[in-house]
């Protein structure tokens, strides 16, 4: 079982950029591929980024590819997401989320997730 918990959101101007970090709980944090995803108001939770266990691999969505960064530092048991250039419409709760295994995109396969933190990017 792993807790998640997610910091480093805020208000920021379009162009600017966060780094969200997501810590978590317990002695088997390298066993678990890591996701974050997002949901605006009135949409579906999307995902945003994935990262495999060792960190070895990671994947990201078409619409913040080139701009957000995934990593992990399985040694301090956190996770993060770099996030630059950003835009209005990144403007979002943003979830750090677990699971065994592999990584995968869909929110369904992850059990473990964090309380969510919200960006938003002004125009």
């Known amino acids: 079982q792993v807790q998640l918990v997610e910091s480093g959101g805020g208000l920021v101007q379009a162009g600017g950029s966060l780094r969200l970090s997501c810590a978590a709980s317990g002695r088997t944090f390298s066993t678990y591929a890591m996701g974050w995803f997002r949901q605006a108001p009135g949409k579906e939770r999307e995902f945003v980024s994935g990262?495999?266990?060792?960190?070895?691999?990671?994947y990201y969505a078409d619409s913040v590819k080139g701009r957000f960064t995934i990593s992990r530092d399985n040694a301090k048991n956190t996770a993060f997401l770099q996030m630059n250039s950003l835009k209005p419409e990144d403007t979002a709760v943003y979830y750090c989320?677990?699971?065994?295994?592999?990584?995968?995109?869909?929110?369904?396969?992850?059990?473990?997730w964090g309380q969510g933190t919200q960006v938003t990017v002004s125009s």
């Open positions: 990262i495999s266990r060792t960190g070895g691999g990671t």
């Open positions: 989320a677990a699971r065994p295994g592999l990584m995968t995109t869909d929110p369904n396969d992850y059990g473990y």
